[in-house]
């Protein structure tokens, strides 16, 4: 079965400043895909980025990366240059192909000026 | 491009009672899905259609909850009778293929449902 564990309920981080959120899954498919969904406070989540485990190469999008750890079934997400408008819920989700998206239980992102 | 709408976006009910959400998907997307989001946890797949066929309902409490997509278009969730565990919100999401990895998922607001 997949799991998904986000360990940091609440995290903060001085805008301008870099912060990393963990992310830990469990699944015995070797094709699967990881996903971060960011939740503001309106609620309209939205995808931030995706990583195929197939591909040795972390993804990055702009200011957002990730460190994605295939042995020890670790996916963190790196955000550079924080900024007022990252604060929001952090998702971390993982899909096996063929299979539903499996998210774990969030994390509070608060940037603080 | 308008994003995914739902209705309504808060609604209070008693417990027993019978409430019903509405989804306009994307237009063009094959696939919709509703998620149920408990406070304090990352949102749980209930059911996906792909156009008007039920792709997965496996979490769908189905002795209360139902679920249709008339003409693969727009979606209604019903919970009838409510309980005080439905408290959630209630959100609808839609892509454009087949639901794979690839195929990005767009999330609409949310209803906020509360029962008493």
């Known amino acids: 079965a997949q799991t998904v564990t986000q360990s940091q309920p609440e995290m903060s981080v001085q805008e301008a400043e870099t912060v990393t959120l963990s992310c830990t899954y469990d699944t015995s498919e070797n094709n699967y895909y990881l996903f971060w969904y960011k939740q503001p406070p309106s609620r309209q989540m939205i995808l931030v980025i995706r990583q195929e485990a197939y591909k040795q190469q972390n993804a990055t999008e702009n200011r957002f990366s990730v460190n994605f750890q295939k042995a020890a079934k670790s996916f963190s997400l790196k955000i550079s240059d924080s900024q007022l408008g990252d604060t929001a819920m952090y998702f971390c989700a993982l899909m096996e192909y063929g299979n539903k998206l499996v998210f774990g239980a969030g994390t509070i992102l608060r940037v603080k000026s | ?116």
């Open chain 2, 1 to 116: 491009e308008a994003g995914v709408a739902q209705s309504p976006r808060y609604k209070i009910i008693e417990k027993r009672q019978s409430v019903a959400f509405w989804c306009n998907p994307i237009s063009g997307h094959a696939t919709l899905y509703w998620y149920q989001q408990i406070l304090g946890q990352g949102p749980k797949l209930l059911i996906q259609f792909q156009n008007n066929g039920v792709v997965d309902d496996s979490q769908l409490p189905k002795d209360r909850f139902s679920a249709e997509r008339l003409k693969g278009v727009d979606s209604t969730l019903k919970i009838q009778p409510a309980k005080l565990e439905d408290s959630a919100v209630y959100l609808c999401a839609s892509s454009l293929a087949a639901g794979g990895p690839e195929d990005t998922q767009y999330f609409g607001p949310g209803t906020r449902l509360t029962v008493l």
